[in-house]
């Protein structure tokens, strides 16, 4: 189980927000470069379709690979009044012929992107993970080197943090009491639920790489 | 790790594995004064797809194994046989496998063995039964030479101890011998070096010729 928000940012504020999270979390962002492959069934397999993601790290000398299965977002009046989405989501890291096993399974190619960016991992109230990425396609299969911005100049925050059936209701308020520090530079909300960029932000940014300019003259 | 060799009782035609053949065998590693340790453990259990509609012809396979080693618990290993495919994965796949409901677990085998030391090599042997109550099914006897993990250049010292063994066992007059069945790592894309992904083909293709000898015996 996971909780979720979302929410996006121009590409030119980005930096800000790095400023921002790097003060906030206290520790090193890490480069982000991920091949996402989404795989559905094929006609006739399983009672219902389902699909799976296959995640290749390209950020690592040796590409890693895993598989992640992303259920439905939970529903009920207690889902409606938290303001983080909660879903469940497995994980397993796997080895590298994991897409040949589910293309020899049955499953086929949906659609593929590349999220190139960079992520936080931190604890705050719960163990909190930020990406900001910009989501790219590809034009030839799986030609990661050839991939151009599905949304050029718009990067995607994503705040994610893992929880349980007893954890979600503190780890949702964590996330809430965490999102308002990034409230200057941009919105998250639920993923689905659109509430684009801010208007504040050009200011905020502004102010915070000000900020940072004149602490790096006086150090 | 070390390169381990998994043989399989061969019944003579007409006859079956039982419980008094695996005590004498039990008898020959005690005769030669193998040092007794702890049980071991390992569950192969057969995947089936789920599909909507039986009379629909498919192009993916009939049936692969699941493997869970008990010296490798938080991994878990897929083998789909015919297309050569061997997949490692952390064990939290189960939960996906689950959640994708494409393919549903049919029937387990279970690997209930007794390890044994006997100077450079490490001797199990094990009863394949469908669990612990019902009666056997077959034998298995796994060699592990622990000085190196070269396949190749430890197949002529496994060879040697395959035929001291067989002239051991062959002085019981028992009904059938110890059989192997030397599986075509390159064919899965594996290297020489010995990994838990070589043992659990191994394993497959043993349950492979267990599976053979007990329909042979029908027909």
């Given at each position: ?6 929410g ?10 790095e ?5 906030l ?18 006609p ?8 799976v993601?296959i ?12 598989v ?40 086929k ?6 999220r ?42 994503e ?22 520090y ?7 909300s ?30 | ?27 020959c ?6 040092v ?5 453990k ?7 797809p789920?599909?909507?509609?039986q ?38 796949i189960?939960t ?23 100077g ?23 060699v ?9 250049k430890?197949?002529k010292i ?5 035929d ?20 075509s790592?390159?064919?899965y ?25 007990v ?5």
């Amino acid at each position: 189980m996971e909780c979720v928000v979302q929410g996006i940012i121009e590409t030119q504020h980005v930096e800000a927000l790095e400023i921002l999270l790097q003060g906030l979390c206290g520790v090193q962002r890490e480069r982000l470069r991920i091949h996402e492959i989404c795989l559905k069934s094929g006609p006739n397999l399983g009672t219902v379709a389902s699909e799976v993601r296959i995640l290749c790290n390209l950020e690592q000398a040796e590409p890693s690979w895993t598989v992640r299965h992303v259920g439905g977002a939970m529903r009920g009046a207690g889902a409606e009044q938290i303001s983080v989405l909660v879903r469940t989501m497995v994980e397993a890291k796997a080895s590298k012929n994991v897409l040949r096993m589910f293309y020899t399974l049955g499953y086929k190619l949906d659609h593929e992107l590349l999220r190139v960016g960079f992520s936080f991992n931190f604890f705050r109230g719960a163990q909190i993970t930020v990406t900001v990425s910009s989501i790219n396609k590809m034009l030839k299969l799986h030609a990661t080197d050839e991939a151009v911005p599905v949304t050029p100049g718009i990067q995607l925050v994503e705040v994610t943090a893992p929880a349980t059936a007893e954890t979600y209701t503190e780890v949702a308020s964590a996330m809430s009491s965490f999102c308002e520090y990034l409230a200057p530079l941009l919105h998250l909300s639920k993923p689905g639920i659109s509430t684009g960029v801010v208007p504040t932000a050009a200011a905020a940014a502004a102010s915070l790489i000000q900020e940072t300019d004149e602490f790096r003259e006086k150090s | 790790m070390p390169v381990r060799w998994v043989l399989h009782w061969q019944p003579n035609q007409g006859t079956v594995a039982n419980s008094q053949i695996l005590n004498e065998v039990t008898q020959c590693v005690d005769s030669i004064n193998a040092v007794k340790g702890s049980r071991w453990k390992a569950t192969l259990t057969f995947y089936r797809p789920n599909l909507r509609d039986q009379n629909i012809a498919t192009d993916f396979p009939r049936d692969f194994l699941g493997i869970s080693l008990m010296d490798q618990p938080n991994k878990y290993f897929f083998i789909i046989r015919g297309s050569k495919v061997i997949l490692e994965a952390d064990s939290s796949i189960l939960t996906i496998m689950e959640k994708l409901q494409s393919y549903k677990p049919k029937v387990a085998l279970h690997f209930d063995g007794i390890q044994y030391k006997l100077g450079d090599f490490q001797v199990r042997l094990i009863k394949v039964a469908p669990n612990q109550a019902e009666s056997i099914r077959g034998i298995l006897m796994e060699v592990e030479y622990l000085p190196t993990s070269s396949v190749e250049k430890s197949r002529k010292i496994m060879e040697e101890f395959l035929d001291i063994w067989r002239e051991i066992v062959a002085k019981r007059s028992l009904p059938g011998q110890f059989m192997f069945a030397d599986p075509s790592y390159a064919d899965y894309g594996l290297s020489d070096n010995y990994s838990a992904q070589h043992a659990a083909i191994q394993y497959a293709a043993a349950l492979a010729q267990l599976i053979q000898s007990v329909q042979s015996m029908r027909n």
